[in-house]
């Protein structure tokens, strides 16, 4: 139980609050919802669970992991483990900061009223010396809990915060969804599809990415926290509650999050916020025009938010300290701060600009993921196929070679896919001013 939770944890965080309500308002509707779910089923749980095999059999940093299973050749997908989780983790600590600015400005009483303040709301919460000092702050709470352990501090911070954020998350929605605009919104928003969406190289691109952020694959986080576990551990059944609880959550949020996108439709477009601001434009918004259930509603909310980001920090920063103490024989608490501290530097640029924070997101929490996963996938499925089948001998003959299929076939070719197509569209507008 405790080991669902750590993992789960890690999953369910601003991936899910943040990222796939910024992805809904980016537009797309049933067609993204779709290919997201798609990614998650056909990608999702199969990488999943091959992550998690790979950190139980070997028991070590995913570094020494992808080496003791593939020999030296795969010392590079070992490194961009800690490598992709550092760099993730140095902008993603700049969102976490933004919710717990947000989080103390409600407590004091700071709700916006309309379109305008919401707008100077978010740029506030973006920009300014309490962006710097949010940012130093979420990294330190983020260190505190790595340091002590994965028994702990992960585990016992993810076993009581999940049942919180699942009832906070379940409150909302009976109320959300109880609007007078939401069914309106729910159709226009989500319902509302065309078949062209679905090969839509933009939507595409944003569902597999979607996918592999929000579950945290190709990170090295699953395999990290898999080297803790027994033999007996049921990895199929944790690798499927794990993916049931994350994608719960992420369609939770967005049924949450989309009534209240009605008081100021496309607020997450307008005033120069773009779609990174939906969470923090259109949700105070909604909440405000509840009057005096406003403030505790959007304090609660933010809470949610806050419990969910600090639980997925913790297992980026995991990764990176797991390797540097496995290679270096340091001692975890040393190891966490002098990791943090590299991390608060390569999160600068992200800590400076919203554009480049964004950026990093496409490429680190992307690109980079998905590589990692079409390595991960080879490695599993072509050059250590005996492992996996060892490891999930309890599963159906049918369900193992299909895994297997999928690890060697169905993954690299999407991936591989995906891959080329996010490429071209981040370089594209670059090359075009080059030209």
Known sequence: MGFVSAAAGSAIGLGNLWGLTYRV?????????????VAVVVLGFPLLLAELVLGRHTRRSPVLATVAVGGPAWRPLGWLFPLSSALILGYYAVITGWVGQALLAVLQGC????QASAHAFFLQL??????????????????????????????????????????????LLLWSATLAEAPARYEEVLLHWRWADWWNPHILRQAFSQAFFSLGLGSGAMAAY????????????QAAVITALDTA??????????PLMSSGAGAGHQGGTGAVGTLFVAIPLGFASLGSAGPPLLAAFFFLASIAAVTSAVSLLEVPVAVLMDRLGWERAATTW????????????????????????????????????????????????????EDLSSLPPPLLRGLLLTLRWVAPLLLGGVLALSCIQILEPKISLWL
Do not use: N
């Open 249 to 258: 959550v992420g369609l939770l949020a967005v049924l949450i999050i989309v």
């Open 25 to 37: 308002a980016l537009g797309g509707g049933m067609a993204f919802l779709g290919l997201y779910l």
């Open 111 to 114: 709700l916006p009223a309309d």
């Open 338 to 389: 002098i990791t943090v501290a590299v991390v608060a530097l390569l999160g600068l640029p992200a800590l400076l600009s919203t554009d480049l924070l964004m950026a990093s997101h496409d490429v680190f929490g992307g690109v980079v993921l998905m590589g990692s996963g079409l390595l991960l996938s080879l490695l599993m499925g072509w050059v250590a196929p005996q492992h996996v089948m």
């Open 126 to 171: 973006s920009g300014g010396q309490a962006e710097a000092i949010a940012y130093v702050l979420a990294l330190a709470l983020t260190a505190a809990v790595v340091a002590t352990g994965v028994q702990q501090g992960i585990e016992r911070l993810s076993r009581w915060s999940m049942p919180i954020l699942l009832a906070l998350l379940m409150g």
């Open 226 to 237: 898999a080297s803790h576990l027994g033999r007996r551990d049921p990895l199929p059944r």
